[in-house]
C-alpha cells in the first residue's frame, strides 16, 4: 500500500473565502501542503439549487483528486450543507466540512442558550447548521438569517465601506432583537468582514468562525488516520481558480498577510 502522507490536502470553495480556512490550517499543520481550488467562474454558489451545488462541488472533488490529495476540505458552507453526504459516499479519503466544527464551537460559547447563524440562501434554507446544533443541545434556540449580499461584496473588496456597515446592520438587527449571544459566522468569506460585524452585534456577541474549529478536526482525523505529513519542511500552497476576479490576489494577500504565489486559472 503507498504511503500517502506527503501528498498533499485539498482544498476547495466557491471563492476566495476558503482562503480564511487554509490560513487556520497552516498555523496548525505548517508542514502540510495544500492544493486550493476557488470556483469563482461560478460564484456565489449561496443562490444556487442544491442540484446545480452537488454538480459544482462533485467537479471541485474531481479536479483535486487529480491532484493526489490526501484528505478533502469543503471550506464552502454551501457545500458542506448541500453536498457533504453526496461527496463522502463517493469519496474514500477523509473529508472535512465546515459546519459540524463550527456548530461545536458556538454550542460551547453560548451563555444564554441563544445562538444566531448568518449564511447564504442556500446555507440557511438547508437547515444544515440548526440540525446540527439540535443533536449537540436540543436546548439551544437557533436564529437564521439569509445574507445574500455580503460574498459579492467580499469579492468585490468592499471590506471597509459604508455601505457594508449598512447592509451587515440591517441583516443582524433581527437576530440582534432576540437577544443572541453567540453569532455563527456561515459563510467562509464572512471572517473577512469580522470587524464590520463585531462593530454592528457589539463587544457583548460571542462571534464563531469555521476556520480554527475545521483546522483541529482536519489535523485530528490526519493523526487518526496515520496521513500527517512527517517532513520538517514548510508546506506548500498552490491555488488554482476557474477565474481570475480582480480582488482574489489583493484581499487574498490580505489576509493571509504573505504574497499569493502559484495562482493558476484552470478549466473544469
Known sequence: MIKKNNHPIGIFDSGLG???VVREIKKI????DIVYFGDNARLPYGIKSKRQIIECSLNNAR???KKKIKALVIACNSSSANALYVLKKRLTIPIIDVIRPASQAACEVTRNKKIGIIGTSATIESHAYQREIRKIDSRIKVYTQKCPLLVPLVEEGWIHNEITDSIIKKYLWPLLKERIDTLLLGCTHYPLL????IKQAGKHVNIVDSGPRAAYDLMRKLTSCDLLNATKR???LKIFVSDLSPHFITIGERFL??????????RI
Open 257 to 266: 498577510k504573505h504574497k499569493l504565489e502559484h495562482v493558476s486559472v484552470v
Open 63 to 65: 479536479f483535486l483528486l
Open 194 to 197: 469580522k470587524r464590520a460585524i
Open 18 to 20: 476558503g482562503l480564511t
Open 234 to 236: 514548510k508546506g506548500t
Open 29 to 32: 499543520l505548517p508542514n502540510e
